[in-house]
């Protein structure tokens, strides 16, 4: 056993960028013996937790990567982690990075870690058992104690979409959120509307900050103040839509056209349109955001903000295969494109 | 090396049920070396696919199973194999499997083969790279010479939602196809509908016979002949549904009542009824078949058959796992139970 770990770790080395390192040097400085060192490399559970914490602290200190660009020993796995598997979005992530990982011969281990800290360390353990050539995480919020072990366990992280301030010293991959949320007011306006009522995203996500404000900056641009009374909280899903909706619609000076920052909330709101007999976009006009499959086939058919998750999955699995080969990233923070896309849930204000 | 693998021979087949085996008994056999088979038995590429074969035969006879009951040889991963990932449905089967593998430890690897040969024997070579506790077949046809090379691999297989007669020797879990088929039809009867279309799934795929027979045999209780003039064909996507629904209301005595027989195909049916200005349910009611988490927030909210996809996950994943530890399954084929769900979008026929 131990000869065939070392065999993996001079072989790794030698193809990387990284200063060579032994196992021996390693177990010298932590004091442990070498079949100790080989354990934690290959993320053996007999090590106490604290002989494992100084060596995967001195691994990371001297560079050394558990995985390595040998294609011998590559995990030929990687983890793709969501907060929860509950929404359509998902399936499109995963489609993205499936594509491009099957080609390369890697499977993609889908995880929901709930948000919650326990489900994290149980999937920490189960990925410390198993190995990983990357991690990609889908806006997740992880607490600091999480972060810190990903980073004892040296393994490549890409974050899609992040959800707050990147704590991990991780390249991301997002979506133009700021001229995504610019374009769906930008178009509403064209049509001549002037009341916009908005169907925020939760506030603790960057990328509905981002969206309003581009919402807010298109409305001012055209010379239409912000008017705070417009804007409805949601947290993405239906109902929330459905219940921001009813609550804009309910003011004294309801919107002729809202913006709901998620399909979710634009479904919700054409419901709760429709048990007022309102007709969309006759009465108000609806604009989402994401471009979900079946928003193509929604009644009616949903003008909508088109946010790249495929191929936001795509990218970051060819971020994290690169950076698993130890090549160079050459943006620490890319955005693609949103793109509108115009269908039957948008038209004129009745009254002009 | 080899002393490792043949440790974990020996730890295997203690614990299991099966005849004790060795690979030295096997390497006399095939008449190679014992280093030969252990590169066979770990998925190595270094062996010729003629002797891979000869010796993959033999650990089959004799019953050798690669992956073993005792804790330390698990992969710590169960495949779980789609032919697409476009539809939500796929998200819910992958959240039900996640549930159940993360609790026990093991990842999820998400695979879609696109019902192409050339997609599922790379999904097999990466299969064979990393090994595999045990794999999961969503409705997948797959082509003989993959169900052989599955079998030869020798790894637990279960199937969820078999597609047509199941070639392979797996369990298999459903839903009850015909029973909620029944169920759909026999709600529109009961509101008094006599003409009731129906949007047919892929004939080749068993669940949607089973649904058409389940439509056909609530019409025959009711003692209302089936009409061939109602029944369109679909493939189980939003088109084929719009297009379907279509097809029914230009025949000469359009339905007042249509059973789809996906969400999707619903989803279709009233963006086509929406189009000719007919309303959903006064002009015409639906019924879809699934639940997806969307279709609570169509407009208007669909009634439709309950099939219960995360927890076909949880019952697969727990029925692979037990396989992979050796455990014997009770059942060949489990059906769960489907369930009407009643929402806004069924309604008594305006005319009698």
């Known amino acids: 056993m131990e000869e065939a770990e070392m065999a993996t770790e001079s072989r790794g080395t030698?193809?990387?960028?990284?200063?060579k390192v032994t196992i021996t040097a390693i177990a010298q400085e932590a004091g442990v013996s070498v079949p100790t060192v080989s354990r934690v490399v290959n993320g053996r559970s007999d090590v106490s937790p604290e002989t494992r914490a100084r060596v995967e602290d001195l691994l990371r200190i001297h560079g050394y990567r558990r995985r390595q660009s040998a294609p011998g020993d590559r995990a030929a796995l990687v983890d793709l982690v969501f907060n929860d598997l509950d929404s359509p979005w998902a399936v499109e992530i995963i489609r993205g990075v499936e594509e491009i990982a099957h080609r390369d011969g890697v499977g993609t281990v889908v995880s929901a870690i709930h948000g919650r800290a326990g489900s994290a360390r149980q999937w920490l353990k189960n990925l410390r058992a198993r190995a990983s050539d990357g991690v990609i995480l889908v806006t997740s919020v992880l607490e600091p104690v999480v972060h810190e072990e990903l980073r004892r366990l040296n393994v490549p992280i890409v974050v899609v979409d992040p959800a707050g301030s990147p704590a991990l010293e991780a390249p991301t991959i997002g979506a133009t959120n700021w001229a995504g949320g610019m374009a769906a007011t930008e178009h509403l306006l064209s049509l001549g509307h002037r009341r916009i009522g908005l169907i925020a995203g939760p506030a603790r996500l960057l990328c509905s900050r981002a969206r309003l404000d581009g919402h807010r900056a298109a409305l001012e641009a055209a010379g239409v103040p912000f008017d705070p009374a417009l804007v409805a909280q949601g947290d993405f899903y239906h109902e929330s839509g459905f219940h921001g909706c009813d609550q804009l619609m309910d003011s004294d000076s309801p919107p002729t056209a809202i913006f709901a920052s998620s399909d979710q909330m634009a479904l919700g709101a054409i419901e709760a349109l429709r048990r007022r007999g309102l007709r969309v976009p006759e009465d108000v006009s609806i604009v989402g955001f994401d471009d979900l499959p079946e928003v193509r086939w929604s009644a009616p058919p949903l003008t909508t903000v088109r946010q790249p998750l495929a191929d936001m999955g795509k990218l970051a699995a060819r971020t994290v295969l690169r950076q698993a080969?130890?090549?160079?990233?050459?943006?620490?923070?890319?955005?693609?494109?949103?793109?509108?896309?115009?269908?039957?849930?948008?038209?004129?204000?009745?009254?002009?």
Chains 1, 2 share one sequence.
């Open 325 to 352: 080969r130890g090549e160079e990233i050459e943006s620490p923070r890319v955005e693609l494109a949103t793109q509108l896309v115009v269908r039957a849930s948008t038209a004129p204000p009745t009254e002009g």
């Open 14 to 19: 030698e193809g990387g960028t990284r200063p």
